[in-house]
């Protein structure tokens, strides 16, 4: 290392690596990860997002959880915005999750056709 | 693939006594195992304070963290978290917060976390201390290069008078003052030495540090090099420190094959290099005079000062010798600013302090909090208080050379001066908590007992004095003692202050000198009653049965190991014979109708 923008650029590519374990990201993204979860693909899913995440350097933090409780649109993620709204997706699979990334986090805007309100089950 | 969760597993010294170690292959074959090993990174790393609870594990980015963990858990942790996404209720570490009264898991609402503030130890249990890139990360050796780049050394000097850090390693002296005089020294050879020959009983804040983060204490002698004109730093360590010595070792490679210590530092004119020098953990050694007859490889006894080390050190040559804790804190100081770091603590003492909690308290640990705060807030809110509701009776600080703190004493603010002021000090950071179970004077024994095995031998009223200090008290605690061996002790212990070269033998008679204004009751009845009333002075002790008690059940007889009590079963009740008494209290714990009784 020969220069302070060397150690500038070591450390700006090791933040990256760490910056999991700071926490407090703007956005959260939890991913159901029960049998039912995993079953129905949740796992591409959660590789999909903590991978495009950190490409594109997203404010999110990607968190596994267990199950969510229904079942039938698994795999599902939620999105837990700023001021703590919640947003629900369903039925999720690696090319909607690179889509939700880009749209609700990238521009703010939640990707309404995901949505389990758009899904159709009554609740 | 990408990682997605860390497990960070505690290495230090405390943890990986209780087999952290193991967990940590385990950890790695599980997540094998469930072919999680592309995603999930598994760390060791420093300590993270509650090593009552140890081994500790935080598992990122849920900000879980786990306590008591053993090996046979670790199957559990993959399987259910890592997995699964369920978190291990029943491993997770939680408080019962105050006004709910509900359990809470979250990190900052944890009373051993909550009144804490941590710069010495912001990277401890948060990055993996052999890994180079990891410190970098959390903006390291940026200090330095700010330094390189864009301050002089009188600058770096300024900055750090101006942010009134003080010595961590007992006397509290200004360290930018220090380096000053170093500074002001013509050019020429200069060294600078880190003191980590940490000595006091129950003591391990620089342990810590060194094991969990020891670049910081790298780059901050760099700094200080490149403040007095220095190109060489020794680190005395101790090697009964074995993972400190081997996590600095790494640090030092890693450092020099990134150029970060070696010729010309990120491009500039500095050249700096650290070589380890380790000691045989003699406490003397903690002396700066006797440190540098030490690593000159000459036997640890202290000269006389001055000349102070600033003038001429180590090989004759101007050096500066900083405590690890003090150094911890310089790369923060620059980053941040002087006026930052002095906007935190009282007015004469700024920034933060490590104590290591020890003693009958319920978190053992390692705390850093903010000069000023109250004992009692260190002892009850973050300590926990003495375990099993016994009463506090006192606080030792500062280890062999400082004394005695009460009740009365509890609210007061902690910082340099107000430790001194009320006849202790601050010392390194050791803080033990005695209760009523501790017999005071056999605790000042215990002070003396290990000054006597550490005194170097040079001035007769270190060597001889501390051990008639030492058989007075032995008196004192085997029924022995008078009025006048109270008088005497006193009088040898002023003697031994004030005739002694070094502050080792200045401040070893502290603790009986301490306890004996504050405790003199108890003396006392160690003198003239001949009781001990904490039960602890054997000597003094007398068991007995209390015959309307006793159901003439024969356990306490069965329990004797010398045959002592006798009686008939159902019969006759139980009598001790003090003549046959060892006073090892079995008949105590084994009689269910507290007939037994200890005076």
């Given at each position: 290392m020969k220069s302070l923008s060397d150690l500038q650029r070591i450390r700006d590519e090791a933040k990256k690596r760490v910056s999991m374990r700071e926490g407090n990201q703007e956005y959260r993204i939890v991913v159901g990860m029960a049998t039912c979860g995993i079953a129905a693909g949740a796992r591409p899913v959660l590789t999909t997002l903590v991978e495009e995440a950190a490409k594109n350097n997203y404010p999110v933090t990607v968190t596994q959880t267990g199950c969510i409780g229904m079942c039938t649109l698994e795999p599902i993620v939620e999105v837990f915005g700023p001021q703590g709204d919640k947003t629900t997706y369903v039925l999720v699979d690696s090319r909607k999750a690179v889509e939700i990334l880009e749209e609700h986090i990238g521009k703010g805007k939640v990707k309404t056709e995901y949505t389990v309100g758009a899904s159709g089950v009554a609740l | 693939m990408m990682e997605r969760v860390h497990v960070l597993v505690c290495a230090g010294t405390g943890c990986t006594s209780s087999q952290s170690d193991v967990i940590v292959e385990k950890f790695r074959s599980y997540v094998r195992q469930f072919d999680l090993h592309e995603e999930v990174k598994v760390i060791k790393t420093g300590c993270f304070g509650l090593c009552q609870k140890g081994p500790i594990i935080a598992i990122h980015p849920d900000k879980t963290f786990y306590c008591h963990v053993t090996p046979a858990d670790v199957e559990e942790i993959v399987v259910?978290?890592?997995?699964?996404?369920?978190?291990?209720?029943?491993?997770e570490l939680s408080d019962i917060d105050e006004e709910t009264k509900e359990k809470v898991f979250d990190i900052d609402k944890i009373r051993f976390y909550a009144k804490q503030m941590r710069i010495a130890l912001k990277n401890c249990g948060v990055i993996n201390p052999e890994d180079i890139d990891e410190y970098i990360a959390q903006d390291g050796y940026m200090a330095l290069g700010k330094a390189l780049e864009s301050m002089t050394s009188q600058q770096v000097i300024d900055e750090i008078k101006k942010s009134g850090l003080r010595g961590r390693g007992g006397g509290g002296f200004p360290t930018g003052l220090k380096w000053q005089f170093a500074a002001n020294q013509p050019k020429g050879q200069k060294y600078v030495i880190c003191?980590?020959?940490?000595?006091?009983?129950?003591?391990f804040m620089d342990r810590s540090i060194l094991e969990g983060d020891p670049h910081s204490v790298l780059e901050a002698m760099a700094i200080a090099g490149y403040a007095i004109g220095a190109n060489h730093g020794y680190v005395y360590i101790r090697a009964e420190y074995p993972i400190a010595v081997q996590r600095l070792e790494t640090a030092i490679e890693q450092a020099k094959s990134y150029g970060l210590l070696g010729k010309k530092i990120l491009g500039s004119k500095f050249d700096f290099d650290i070589e380890i020098r380790l000691g045989a953990?003699?406490?003397?050694?903690?002396e700066e005079t006797a440190l540098i007859a030490s690593i000159e490889g000459r036997r640890g006894m202290p000269m006389p000062k001055p000349p102070f080390p600033a003038i001429s050190g180590v090989w004759g040559k101007p050096t500066i010798i900083n405590n690890v804790e003090t150094f911890a804190n310089v790369p923060v100081i620059l980053l941040k600013g002087a006026d930052w770091f002095s906007s935190i603590g009282t007015e004469k003492s700024k920034g933060t302090k490590v104590f290591a909690l020890g003693g009958?308290?319920?978190?053992t640990g390692l705390v850093e909090i903010p000069m000023g705060t109250t004992l009692r807030e260190v002892i009850y809110e973050i300590g926990g208080g003495c375990p099993g509701n016994k009463n506090f009776k006192a606080v030792q600080t500062g280890g062999p050379s400082g004394g005695c703190l009460t009740e009365n004493d509890l609210d007061t603010p902690i910082d340099f001066d107000n430790l001194v002021a009320l006849g202790s000090m601050m010392g390194s950071g050791g803080m033990i908590v005695l209760d009523e179970d501790n017999c005071i004077v056999d605790v000042a024994r215990f002070y003396m007992d290990f000054i006597v095995d550490e005194s170097c031998g040079k001035c007769t009223p270190c060597r001889v004095g501390t051990k008639r200090l030492l058989e007075m008290l032995n008196d004192v605690c085997e029924g022995r003692g008078t009025l006048q061996t109270l008088h005497d002790m006193e009088d040898l212990a002023n003697k031994i202050k004030d005739t002694s070269l070094c502050g080792l033998g200045q401040t070893a008679p502290n603790p009986v000198l301490s306890t004996l204004r504050l405790f003199r009751d108890e003396y006392l009845a160690h003198v003239v009653k001949k009781k001990c009333p904490s039960g602890v002075c054997k000597s003094l002790l007398t068991y007995s049965i209390i015959t309307e008690k006793c159901?003439?059940?024969s356990l306490c007889a069965k329990q004797c190991p010398t045959g002592a009590i006798s009686g008939v079963p159902g019969k006759e009740p139980y009598v001790i014979d003090a003549s046959k008494c060892i006073k090892c209290g079995a008949c105590m714990t084994a009689c269910r109708f507290d007939a037994v009784v200890r005076v």
């Open positions: - | 259910e978290h890592l997995y699964k996404g369920r978190p291990v209720k029943r491993l003191n980590a020959d940490e000595g006091d009983p129950g003591a953990g003699a406490f003397v050694c903690g009958k308290i319920v978190n159901r003439k059940c």
